[in-house]
């Protein structure tokens, strides 16, 4: 080999990462080696991967996931700023969320000192009635039907600041929204309230009388809508949601604007793949959308190679035709990471009201050109 070349033990010393943490990076194609002897196996590397490697130990140190790595390695450097600024976003909310977390930690620590005496007190909100409507139309249909899961048989009504945010999953998809509050309500965080399904549907019922406000109250036990006259409360299940933040840390590697028709019209006419079995144990109808190499998205054929360039990702194919019906925004925007990671679904202006989709792995179907 050439006298320039570093040995992988040379550049494990050099870097702090590890010989066997090397072979992985070089299996993943993310550090591959300059040249391989062909007798042995043995890896070498030239120069200027050792700087290379010294970045991709830092990049580990900080948590960016591989495919940021991979992305940050690759590209050039405003590329490469923007994915380091996106992780460096993903970490602040993180801590924001760890801060939060803590603060109901410690009112938890001291209910179970003083039972009697530090009761959570009831949170009442005024918001604008259609703007809370809006926001259950967004979220409705990823509400969990199975009834072997009652922590997810509802709507998560939970106050962020000077935000409500509307949160429903079935573990398959998310979707989000928020509804501006006047001002952040003067109280110690409290835990999210459960809105059981029914109870959500007859408050989105009652919604649609046309009033302009609608006063909701919270606490462990009820909830109670106020609005136009009329009333609605009911009881709510005294159950921890569980953390669905993390999935909101999504770190795409393409944004892609897309009218809502038009990708409405090409996902009912495309192509699809059926799987033997979905989350419910039926078929499952699955669409592959596709980012070209120009930047557009389409719907793909599953059985052809994927062009040049082209990135895919699997989908339920009803569980994608209901995000993009949800809300009925007119334009959309698209965020996909990767063949495995999700897919977020967006309406531009509308940072807080989001869908996420779980990708379906097919291997098959979603392999991505060089």
Do not use: K, N
């Given at each position: 080999?050439?006298?320039?070349?570093?040995?992988?033990?040379?550049?494990?010393?050099?870097?702090?990462?590890?010989?066997?943490?090397?072979?992985?990076?070089?299996?993943?194609?993310?550090?591959?080696?300059?040249?391989?002897?062909?007798?042995?196996?043995?890896?070498?590397?030239?120069?200027?991967?050792?700087?290379?490697?010294?970045?991709?130990?830092?990049?580990?140190?900080?948590?960016?996931?591989?495919?940021?790595?991979?992305?940050?390695?690759?590209?050039?450097?405003?590329?490469?700023?923007?994915?380091?600024?996106a992780h460096l976003r993903r970490l602040e909310d993180g801590l924001a969320d760890a801060r939060r977390e803590l603060s109901l930690i410690r009112t938890l620590i001291d209910q179970r000192e003083h039972p009697m005496t530090t009761t959570p007190a009831e949170l009442r909100l005024t918001v604008p009635a259609p703007e809370l409507a809006a926001a259950l139309d967004a979220v409705r249909f990823a509400v969990c039907e199975d009834p072997e899961l009652p922590v997810l048989a509802g709507v998560l009504f939970e106050v962020d600041g000077a935000a409500l945010r509307l949160v429903a999953t079935d573990r398959y998809r998310m979707a989000l929204a928020e509804v501006p509050l006047p001002e952040a309500p003067d109280t110690e965080p409290q835990p999210g309230t459960i809105v059981p399904t029914a109870l959500a549907d007859a408050l989105r019922a009652l919604l649609a009388t046309g009033a302009a406000e609608a006063e909701l109250?919270?606490?462990?036990?009820?909830?109670?809508?106020?609005?136009?006259?009329?009333?609605?409360?009911?009881s709510t299940p005294d159950l921890?949601?569980?953390?669905?933040?993390?999935?909101?840390?999504?770190?795409?590697?393409?944004?892609?604007?897309?009218?809502?028709?038009?990708?409405?019209?090409?996902?009912?006419?495309?192509?699809?793949?059926?799987?033997?079995?979905?989350?419910?144990?039926?078929?499952?109808?699955?669409t592959v959308l596709a980012v070209t190499a120009d930047g557009r998205i389409a719907v793909a054929q599953p059985e052809a190679a994927p062009a040049q360039g082209e990135l895919r990702v699997a989908v339920n194919r009803d569980f994608l035709l209901e995000a993009l019906e949800a809300g009925r925004p007119e334009q959309l925007v698209l965020e996909l990471g990767g063949p495995i990671a999700p897919l977020a679904i967006r309406a531009p202006g509308r940072d807080g009201t989001f869908s996420v989709l779980m990708p379906i792995r097919v291997p098959e179907l979603v392999r991505s050109a060089e």
């Open positions: 080999m050439e006298s320039d070349l570093h040995s992988i033990g040379e550049l494990a010393r050099a870097t702090g990462l590890g010989v066997g943490t090397l072979r992985y990076y070089d299996g993943a194609d993310v550090l591959a080696p300059a040249a391989v002897d062909p007798q042995t196996g043995y890896r070498w590397y030239g120069p200027r991967q050792l700087a290379d490697a010294r970045l991709l130990a830092r990049l580990r140190r900080v948590g960016l996931p591989l495919a940021g790595i991979r992305a940050v390695l690759g590209a050039g450097s405003a590329e490469a700023h923007r994915v380091v600024d109250t919270l606490d462990s036990t009820r909830f109670r809508v106020e609005t136009g006259g009329h009333r609605i409360e009911g921890d949601y569980p953390d669905y933040r993390t999935l909101t840390r999504l770190d795409p590697l393409h944004r892609v604007d897309v009218p809502a028709a038009d990708l409405r019209g090409a996902v009912e006419s495309g192509a699809t793949h059926t799987l033997p079995s979905g989350p419910d144990g039926t078929d499952c109808t699955v």
